[in-house]
């Protein structure tokens, strides 16, 4: 592993280890009901259309078991269900509050989704398990050196896993900016649904987590160095959000 990553994580670490372990499970208890309300919102309706275009990304194939990782409130589960009703979906989340949401909307499309509530850095599943695994808007709140490897691991050979998250933008000039409207987002948004206080505590940490983070390119480097192949990436949005796609050899 190469040490400028090694570096990286150890400071994400150092950082954010308190919040990890004891806020962001009480912030998306706070915000499960409008999640995905409040993300439209701050968003302009982005949002929904970036999850289209993931989903559409992601080649799924009757019958396959795919593993949607972080899935919060089961949005891509849902669209993937829509896309071929035949995969056998799973879905980890460590907060109720938010599968809670995400399981109740599953049944009202007339979804099955099998949901398990755990640590994403340790997958209660055996050795090369699915065909696909997905995960989006959460590696920044992650151990990546940990849950990178368990996807690996869970994952077929010649399964693919597919990646979407808010990134740190290459530019420093799109970076600063992108700081700015980020700021200017949660301040509104947290107004707007009436936030609590915890949530209102972890603003400034949702900046800092990015600007912590990966560059697009270099989390194809992370990926590569971990042992997947074929890393491909798609940044959008000036380099703020990337889509990736890689395989298990």
Same mark, same amino acid.
């Given at each position: ?15 954010? +280890? ?5 806020? %962001?499970?009480?912030?998306? @208890? =706070? $915000?499960? *009901?409008?999640?995905?309300?409040? &993300? ?65 909307? +599953? ?5 099955? %989704?099998?949901?398990?509530? @755990? =640590? $994403?850095? *340790?997958?209660?599943?055996?050795? &090369? ?121």
């Amino acid at each position: 592993m190469n040490t400028t990553t090694i570096t990286k994580e150890n400071a994400r670490a150092e950082a954010f +280890a308190a919040i990890w372990s004891n806020d %962001i499970d009480p912030v998306f @208890t =706070d $915000v499960a *009901k409008y999640y995905d309300c409040a &993300n439209d919102f701050a968003s302009l309706g982005l949002i929904s259309i970036m999850r289209r275009r993931f989903v559409s990304m992601i080649d799924v194939r009757p019958n396959y078991k795919c593993l949607d990782v972080c899935a919060g409130t089961n949005a891509i589960g849902i669209g993937l269900l829509k896309k071929e009703p035949t995969l056998e979906l799973h879905a980890v989340d460590r907060s109720v509050a938010m599968q809670e949401v995400g399981m109740e909307r +599953a049944r009202s499309n007339g979804f099955e %989704i099998r949901s398990y509530i @755990t =640590d $994403v850095h *340790k997958l209660p599943f055996p050795d &090369n398990h699915f065909d696909v695994i997905t995960i989006q808007w959460a590696t920044r709140h992650l151990r990546v050196l940990e849950v990178f490897p368990e996807i690996l691991r869970v994952l077929k050979p010649g399964g693919h896993f597919y990646h979407c998250d808010m990134l740190r933008p290459a530019n420093r000039i799109v970076e600063q900016l992108y700081y700015l409207y980020l700021k200017a987002c949660l301040n509104i948004t947290s107004l707007a649904f009436r936030s609590d206080q915890t949530a209102l505590n972890c603003r400034n940490y949702f900046i800092q987590a990015i600007r912590l983070f990966y560059s697009a390119d270099e989390l194809s480097r992370v990926l590569e160095e971990l042992g997947f192949t074929d890393v491909i990436s798609k940044p959008i949005l000036c380099g703020m959000v990337a889509f990736h796609k890689a395989r298990k050899p």
